[in-house]
């Protein structure tokens, strides 16, 4: 059965419509399976701190034991769903591909049992994290490799706060490529004066997953065509929400395999709070709009949500916002298609697809393979948005009902882009 488009816009604003209210969403939507289960005490909450939202996305549960923060990551393989239509065996954590986020108060013990139900072995680093040297996690340099059916125990003492990663140090290349990664952020000590109103964390990877397979390819080098936040594509990526005037929080993580990715917002500049060296002093007064996070990285950006609309959050990297189908076809710019279609057609399939996702938006071509996405996403409201892969939309309102997905901005019609009057043209002198 093929998803259509019009399957994957529904089954997402539905996702985020049908999830819990408050803290809960968009943190976690409809794809919140068996492993996202309530957790105790929230650590922002017990901490006075607001807790990190991580949309498309849940927090790892704890259980306080004699003062200690006690955690479980059980790496397993995960049958993930990209986006409606494009599923593959991964491997990640807790079920969840990528882990659950790990939330914790700097100057707590923290206590991780990591389980493998791998077929091979596996160990995990805590990246950025100042620990003992035996409790980073390297296979082979710091401990013997976790193998299948054991479960290892880390615990080290937080020493620092801010946005942080973990992942698979053992075959990196092929544990990272099939998704065995996740966030670790650590609150501080201090809960801070002025803590921002909304604070989402989003983890950035590629995959490459062919046209009709189910297992991503971890020999690839370069030609990665599933670029995600947060393990999505667009539009399966969960829409981050703001209330007009309030301090947004987005702390930007990557752990793609070869891709730096400039991540850019419209409507708002942003001034970069922190890396995951540490926080970044206030009177670093320069601002920015789009931010590059290398790979290996974390950047936190802060801004004021002051302009209502849907604003776009995503890689410029204009080849990380397209799909599978959009790569290796021929370069038709500029020529006659009347006279080249029909050839076309007989060779090279795919091309049905790019030109009924570039032109008036139609479903997924019959001609593409089942398992696969066409190079671009979902309709907005005005027709296709020629986006997908590592994209998704800053909804600024004037108010927000939590938990209720605020839709399409309804803009002004006088601020709408429109087509010229003959009358505007001839009063401007324009000849259009
Ligand atoms: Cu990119």
Same mark, same amino acid.
């Given at each position: 059965?093929?998803?259509?488009?019009?399957?994957?816009?529904?089954?997402?604003?539905?996702?985020?419509?049908?999830?819990?209210?408050?803290?809960?969403?968009?943190?976690?939507?409809?794809?919140?399976?068996?492993?996202?289960?309530? @957790? /105790?005490?929230?650590?922002? @909450?017990?901490?006075?701190?607001?807790?990190?939202?991580?949309? +498309?996305? %849940?927090?790892?549960?704890?259980?306080?034991?004699?003062?200690?923060?006690?955690?479980?990551?059980?790496?397993?393989? %995960?049958?993930?769903?990209?986006?409606?239509?494009?599923?593959?065996?991964?491997?990640?954590?807790?079920?969840?591909?990528?882990?659950?986020?790990?939330?914790?108060?700097?100057?707590?013990?923290?206590?991780?049992?990591?389980? +493998?139900?791998? =077929?091979?072995?596996?160990?995990?680093?805590?990246?950025?994290?100042?620990?003992?040297?035996?409790?980073?996690?390297?296979?082979?340099?710091?401990?013997?490799?976790?193998?299948?059916?054991?479960?290892?125990?880390?615990?080290? /003492?937080?020493?620092?706060?801010?946005?942080?990663?973990?992942?698979?140090?053992?075959?990196?290349? /092929?544990?990272?490529?099939?998704?065995?990664?996740?966030?670790?952020?650590?609150?501080?000590?201090?809960?801070?004066?002025?803590?921002? $109103?909304?604070?989402?964390?989003?983890?950035?990877?590629?995959?490459?997953?062919?046209?009709?397979?189910?297992?991503?390819?971890?020999?690839?080098?370069?030609?990665?065509?599933?670029?995600?936040?947060?393990?999505? !594509?667009? =539009? $399966? /990526?969960?829409?981050?929400?703001?209330?007009? #005037?309030?301090? %947004?929080?987005?702390?930007?993580?990557?752990?793609?395999?070869?891709?730096?990715? =400039?991540?850019?917002?419209?409507?708002? &500049?942003?001034?970069?709070?922190?890396?995951?060296?540490?926080?970044?002093?206030?009177?670093?007064?320069?601002?920015?709009?789009? !931010?590059?996070?290398?790979? #290996?990285?974390?950047?936190? !950006?802060?801004? !004021?949500?002051? @302009?209502?609309?849907?604003?776009?959050?995503?890689?410029?990297?204009?080849?990380?916002?397209?799909?599978?189908? #959009?790569?290796?076809?021929?370069?038709?710019?500029?020529?006659?298609?009347?006279?080249?279609?029909?050839?076309?057609? $007989?060779? %090279?399939?795919?091309?049905?697809?790019?030109?009924?996702?570039?032109?008036?938006?139609?479903?997924? &071509? &019959?001609?593409?393979?089942? +398992?696969?996405?066409?190079?671009?996403?979902?309709?907005?409201?005005?027709?296709?948005?020629?986006?997908?892969?590592?994209?998704?939309?800053?909804?600024?309102?004037?108010?927000?009902?939590?938990?209720?997905?605020?839709?399409?901005?309804?803009?002004?019609?006088?601020?709408?882009?429109?087509?010229?009057?003959?009358?505007?043209?001839?009063?401007?002198?324009?000849?259009?």
């Amino acid at each position: 059965m093929h998803t259509t488009r019009r399957d994957l816009l529904r089954s997402s604003l539905i996702a985020a419509a049908a999830a819990p209210a408050l803290r809960a969403w968009p943190g976690s939507g409809a794809d919140s399976g068996a492993g996202s289960a309530p @957790q /105790t005490s929230t650590p922002g @909450q017990a901490h006075s701190q607001r807790a990190v939202i991580t949309p +498309n996305g %849940v927090t790892l549960p704890h259980r306080m034991v004699d003062g200690v923060r006690v955690l479980h990551l059980v790496a397993e393989e %995960v049958e993930h769903e990209f986006a409606p239509g494009l599923a593959a065996r991964c491997w990640g954590y807790n079920g969840r591909v990528h882990g659950p986020t790990i939330e914790c108060v700097e100057g707590e013990t923290v206590r991780i049992y990591v389980t +493998n139900r791998l =077929p091979v072995s596996t160990t995990v680093h805590w990246h950025g994290l100042i620990v003992p040297s035996g409790m980073d996690g390297v296979g082979g340099l710091h401990q013997r490799p976790i193998e299948p059916g054991e479960t290892f125990k880390y615990e080290f /003492t937080l020493r620092q706060h801010g946005t942080y990663m973990y992942h698979s140090h053992h075959d990196e290349m /092929t544990q990272m490529a099939l998704g065995l990664m996740g966030l670790f952020v650590i609150h501080p000590r201090e809960p801070e004066p002025n803590p921002p $109103a909304r604070d989402y964390a989003i983890l950035l990877s590629e995959w490459k997953l062919e046209p009709g397979t189910r297992r991503p390819d971890p020999n690839e080098m370069m030609d990665f065509n599933v670029l995600t936040m947060n393990a999505k !594509i667009h =539009p $399966a /990526t969960q829409n981050l929400v703001a209330q007009r #005037g309030e301090r %947004v929080r987005i702390r930007l993580a990557n752990l793609s395999a070869m891709s730096h990715h =400039p991540i850019h917002l419209h409507g708002h &500049s942003f001034r970069v709070t922190a890396t995951d060296g540490g926080p970044l002093p206030e009177s670093n007064g320069w601002k920015e709009v789009s !931010i590059l996070v290398p790979v #290996g990285s974390t950047r936190t !950006i802060e801004f !004021i949500a002051d @302009q209502p609309g849907d604003w776009p959050l995503h890689c410029h990297m204009t080849h990380h916002v397209m799909n599978q189908m #959009g790569h290796g076809l021929p370069n038709t710019v500029g020529a006659d298609l009347g006279r080249i279609d029909e050839t076309l057609y $007989a060779h %090279v399939p795919a091309y049905g697809d790019m030109e009924d996702e570039m032109g008036a938006g139609g479903d997924h &071509s &019959s001609l593409a393979p089942p +398992n696969s996405l066409p190079m671009i996403g979902g309709k907005g409201p005005y027709g296709t948005i020629t986006m997908s892969g590592m994209f998704t939309i800053l909804k600024v309102r004037e108010s927000i009902a939590e938990g209720v997905e605020p839709g399409w901005y309804e803009a002004p019609p006088e601020t709408i882009a429109r087509r010229a009057t003959k009358e505007e043209l001839e009063r401007d002198g324009i000849s259009g």
